[in-house]
């Protein structure tokens, strides 16, 4: 069980793991063993996650999740696969805790008055300046 915080938790099963090759360090060691880990998690179908989570995390998570809905994590930059697991893991937490967080609702400011009449003083010194660029009618030579 891998707790994300004290509303959600996921269960081991519901994780996939596929170990590749990396591309990271590990010299020539690289070319032989399957270090990298590619981390599947289904989002859409999760039991674990409350649907303003799974809302939330499918819309974070953008090109990450596939057609199928699963959200897929790449973990290649430690030399062991252990290592690369719990960094896929601790991303995936991460990611679930930021979609667990609610957002603020937007609440619209008011101009204050002091911007409110520098706005219309400098339309009204603008409005002057083109009126006295009019032409006052033919002139008479």
């Known amino acids: 069980m891998i707790e994300v915080n004290g ?13 590749i090759r990396s591309s990271g360090p590990g010299g020539q060691n690289v070319n ?3 270090t990298a880990v590619r981390l599947r998690f289904n989002a859409t179908a999760s039991p674990s996650l409350p649907e303003d989570v799974r809302a939330r995390l499918l819309t974070m998570a953008g090109r990450r999740i ?12 430690g030399r062991t696969q252990e290592t690369n697991r719990r960094d896929a893991v601790e991303r995936l937490v991460e990611l679930i805790a930021r979609a667990c967080e609610r957002p603020k609702p937007r609440r619209p400011s008011r101009p204050t008055l002091g911007s409110q009449k520098r706005r219309l003083a400098s339309k009204r010194k603008h409005s002057e300046t083109k009126a006295r660029r009019k032409d006052l009618g033919p002139s008479e030579e």
């Open 66 to 77: 596939g057609g199928d809905g699963f959200l897929t994590i790449l973990a290649q930059s």
């Open 7 to 19: 509303r959600v938790s996921l269960d081991d099963d519901e994780l996939e793991f596929e170990f």
């Open 32 to 34: 032989k063993v399957s």
